[in-house]
């Protein structure tokens, strides 16, 4: 019994390694990325980036801000496969996901600088995707940016 309960205590997604990508170049992620919440992120080749309405990774997606302004990023390779990290440097503008009420102070300020760091995977098409966790890492919500279109 106790050995079931230890089980069924952990999820996967707490402890997610990676996606196993290890061939993906920078030159193949610059570009253009949204996703359907009208988030859109433009990472230059030169390493400069620019946000808009990007949320929170984490437990900090639950605080409902969006963020934009201008950053950067890096691909970088760990064991468990290849991460985007992205820095925003300069935040130029604070939006909220839902509408909260004028009288909800409960909500942390918004950070005037964040990090996030997106897991790189390939989709049934071999096209790129970049997605983190968002929330409960018990529950494996994944917030999943594609190549914006024309881009």
Not at 33 to 47: S, Y
Not at 107 to 132: C, I, M, N
Request: charged share 25%; aromatic share 12%.
């Amino acid at each position: 019994m106790v050995v079931l309960a230890t089980l069924t205590a952990c999820n996967p997604y707490q402890y997610y390694e990676g996606t196993g990508i290890h061939d993906t170049t920078a030159a193949e992620v610059a570009g253009g990325w949204e996703n359907v919440e009208g988030t859109r992120v433009l990472l230059h080749e030169d390493g400069t980036a620019l946000f808009e309405k990007l949320d929170g990774q984490d437990f900090d997606f639950d605080d409902g801000w969006r963020l934009s302004g201008k950053g950067t990023w890096q691909l970088t390779d760990d064991d468990g496969g290849q991460v985007v990290r992205l820095a925003l440097t300069a935040r130029t503008r604070v939006e909220s996901r839902s509408p909260s009420p004028a009288t909800d102070t409960s909500s942390p300020e918004p950070p005037s600088t964040y990090a996030w760091s997106f897991y790189v995977d390939r989709d049934q098409h071999d096209e790129l995707k970049l997605f983190f966790f968002y929330g409960d890492p018990d529950i494996g919500n994944t917030y999943v940016m594609t190549r914006e279109a024309g881009s």
